[in-house]
């Protein structure tokens, strides 16, 4: 399976993953990026970044329970794109409230203020898209705080020099 300067991401799919760039074409099978927990409950599953993108962004899956939400933030040069997949997720942007379900997306531009929450009674899952490209050191150093505090949130400094460290504050 061959397209020139495509991106094909086959879920449930026979094919094993295939990170090679090859005529800018690569393949990735469901399932088979790392997953690393967030402060707020959920947990991301990578899918491409900035190696396979060349940093214009990254793709991630997140799976979050009933009421897990995050802080409100600001990215100063990251945009955070949400397309919720299942459950219904509560977004406020720069004061302003929507709800989003099946099939929504939600835009946060760097500058905006945003945060969620997830509002069904059920999991929620959404593709998160940050554009440029957060690299996968980020998740796995917010994952590592998170183990290091198992059952409490971790240290607020900690997340936030992290967050630093990557330009997303």
Not at 56 to 64: C, D, F, G
Not at 81 to 100: H, M, N, Q, S
Not at 149 to 166: F, H, M, S, V
């Amino acid at each position: 399976m061959k397209h020139r300067g495509a991106l094909v991401l086959a879920r449930g799919s026979a094919i094993s993953e295939e990170r090679g760039m090859e005529n800018g074409a690569m393949v990735v099978s469901a399932a088979t990026g790392p997953a690393h927990r967030s402060p707020f409950g959920d947990s991301l599953r990578w899918i491409t970044g900035e190696d396979a993108t060349r940093g214009a962004y990254s793709l991630h899956e997140r799976t979050a329970p009933p009421g897990a939400a995050s802080v409100p933030h600001v990215h100063s040069r990251v945009s955070e794109a949400f397309y919720v997949l299942e459950g219904k997720i509560t977004f406020e942007l720069d004061g302003r409230t929507v709800t989003a379900g099946p099939g929504d997306y939600v835009l946060a531009q760097p500058g905006v203020s945003h945060a969620w929450r997830v509002t069904s009674g059920a999991v929620a899952r959404a593709l998160i898209l940050f554009a440029p490209s957060v690299p996968l050191a980020f998740f796995e150093e917010i994952d590592a705080a998170v183990s290091e505090t198992p059952g409490a949130r971790p240290d607020l400094r900690q997340l936030a020099a992290i967050n630093e460290k990557y330009g997303l504050t």
